[in-house]
């Protein structure tokens, strides 16, 4: 919104040229949304308080999560509206990139909303029931895939998948495409869902996500920065840039209050948005595959939980104590801020190895 206002006014101002740049714009949404979240947050968790919208815990966890009972859950709509208001105010809006991600986030936030508002009507830890869910997500990602093939002017996403390590390496999907995108999108929604299950562990795990996939946007749609990495170069992806930035600092405000102990959860509402953000966001700079290692823990996680629940109907015995994997290291006598902290400091270092991709061609 602010560049279609005032970069026209750079013949008469030259200091609003620097609206041009995606790399300001990127700067001005983390600040923007940062600061969205640290001053709503206090009057949002109180608001949250009275209308007694707190977590239900699950009784198969572990003990010490009791305590956790009650806190103010669905804090993730505050993530949604820092995220929504950075990046209409700082992105160009008639680049249908800013609109496809900003339309995952919402509609994969509403899916979350559902799930949390029948989780506290009925005050017990059962929303949506798996098939619902499952299916209202897929419902989704094939609209999105379908959308992203046929987007106008020059914007339409290729049905194809790039290879990391190789350059100008790529695989046609054709008809595969869009189970590919489904395959994506909810995989890595359902993800981050089950990694928010420790204060704080989920949304730092996101900055870092949000934070390296704002340097891949950014390379693809650079066309020197892109030629010179041999990196596929997708004409407008940069914008996404922005966005990604209002992840971050969107991440980082709400981080102050979902810090251990959490004064609120994010609820489905913000992981499930969240991990759908973060799947288009790779699907659209071509970089699906380099999520496995940016969300390396969020994959942990989810593996975590595939693994055990697998291996548990073949041999009636578990691998972890208890998943996902963060409950297992809390049963094996871990603190919750160690397992927390460790596990963001694999992401830093999962994060680093995907960003040297961009040499290694």
């Known amino acids: 919104m602010l560049y279609h206002l005032l970069f026209p006014m750079a013949d008469q101002f030259a200091v609003f040229n620097v609206f041009r740049y995606i790399s300001f714009r990127t700067a001005g949404a983390i600040v923007t949304s940062l600061l969205l979240s640290l001053l709503l947050g206090p009057w949002f968790v109180n608001q949250l308080r009275r209308l007694s919208v707190g977590q239900n815990i699950r009784d198969v966890g572990p003990q010490s999560h009791m305590l956790k009972a009650g806190t103010p859950t669905m804090g993730g709509l505050l993530i949604l509206f820092a995220v929504g208001v950075s990046t209409l105010l700082w992105g160009i809006l008639s680049n249908p990139y800013t609109w496809v991600v900003l339309a995952v986030l919402f509609l994969f936030g ?55 390590f190789l350059k100008d390496a790529t695989l ?50 650079n066309r020197l920065i892109s030629s010179y990495l041999q990196v596929e170069y997708i004409s407008g992806v940069g914008e996404v840039a922005i966005f990604c930035g209002a992840m971050v600092g969107a991440s980082l405000g709400f981080l102050w209050f979902n810090a251990h102990p959490a004064e609120v959860f994010m609820g489905d509402v913000g992981s499930l948005s969240i991990g759908g953000a973060i799947g288009i966001i790779s699907v659209l700079c071509k970089q699906e595959i380099l999520l496995v290692v940016v969300g390396g823990i969020f994959v942990l996680e989810a593996l975590s939980v595939m693994l055990q629940v697998a291996f548990f109907r073949v041999t009636k015995r578990r691998i972890f104590r208890m998943s996902p994997l963060h409950h297992h290291f809390e049963l094996v006598g871990w603190a919750e801020p160690k397992i927390i902290v460790r596990f963001w400091s694999v992401s830093i270092i999962l994060a680093l190895i995907a960003l040297s991709t961009l040499k290694l061609r």
């Open 172 to 221: 046609t999907l054709g008809l595969f495409y869009v189970p590919f995108v489904v395959l994506v999108l909810v995989g890595a929604s359902n993800a981050v869902n089950l990694t928010d299950g420790l204060d704080g562990l989920a949304i730092g795990s996101t900055m870092i996500a949000a934070g390296t996939y704002a340097v891949f946007t950014y390379v693809a749609g």
């Open 110 to 164: 509403i899916i979350g909303f559902l799930d949390d508002y029948l989780k506290v009507k009925r005050e017990q830890n059962l929303g949506l029931t798996s098939k619902q869910k499952f299916g209202l997500q897929i419902l989704v990602a094939v609209a999105v895939g379908v959308v992203i093939q046929a987007l106008p002017g020059g914007f339409a996403i290729e049905p194809t998948l790039a290879l990391p």
